[in-house]
């Protein structure tokens, strides 16, 4: 069996009893960062061995993670925070596991962009998930084509390219367009700043930006 387990995207308290009963029992966890994770454990009073996996290995260990499922293994896959596969390595093990007949179970819990959204103001009745933009290429391409989706967009962002890029939206989506950002979501300092795109353009291009992002982005009207 695999287990997908979401963790904690901030507050170490947002985590289920079922998930901390999951990791006790099985026999590995694959964590993204095991030194992120680790402090996780601790918190729980978790004993389990760990293995990384995440991004820059994933293609290399996949086949023998896979055997060992098959050989009866059971185990966890957590991410440094959230729900595995959001935006996070998932999909090629869920997916190797599915075509081998593997067991996957995927937990309820803490997912960064469901807090945001329903926080927003902005419509949540239809919405397109576009996680983090691409930096260079295909990026201009992208943005044309959502200057012209009608449903809500979600978009993940680093506080290093956040203000880029709600000025890029501004220029793509127009200036009006209403927006939502929310950085640091479940921590102490929180912020959930809502108005148009060249309010949070201006607002966020003065401010010393920290913490993981969330935008919400009205759809077109």
Do not use: W
Not at 160 to 189: H, I, M, N, P, W
């Amino acid at each position: 069996m695999l287990y997908l387990v979401p963790t904690p995207i901030g507050n170490l308290k947002d985590i289920t009893f079922r998930a901390i009963e999951v990791l006790k029992e099985v026999d590995v966890i694959l964590a993204e960062d095991t030194r992120t994770t680790a402090k996780l454990l601790q918190a729980y009073q978790v004993e389990k061995p760990q293995t990384p996996y995440h991004q820059h290995n994933e293609h290399k260990v996949l086949q023998h993670i896979v055997n060992q499922l098959l050989e009866g293994k059971n185990m966890a896959l957590v991410t440094d925070a959230g729900t595995p596969g959001i935006s996070d390595p998932a999909f090629l093990l869920v997916r190797e596991c599915l075509k081998c007949g593997i067991k996957v179970e995927t937990l309820p819990g803490a997912t960064a962009f469901v807090p945001a959204l329903v926080n927003s103001g902005i419509p949540t009745n239809r919405f397109c998930f576009e996680g983090f933009l691409p930096q260079k290429k295909g990026r201009q391409t992208l943005l044309k084509q959502l200057a012209e989706e009608e449903r809500t967009m979600v978009f993940y962002e680093s506080p290093q390219r956040l203000v880029k890029t709600l000025t890029d939206f501004v220029a793509f989506f127009g200036e009006e367009r209403q927006c939502a950002v929310s950085r640091e979501l479940t921590k102490l300092y929180e912020e959930n700043k809502h108005g148009t795109l060249k309010e949070l353009a201006k607002y966020f291009g003065e401010k010393n930006v920290k913490g993981e992002i969330v935008i919400i982005v009205a759809g077109k009207t």
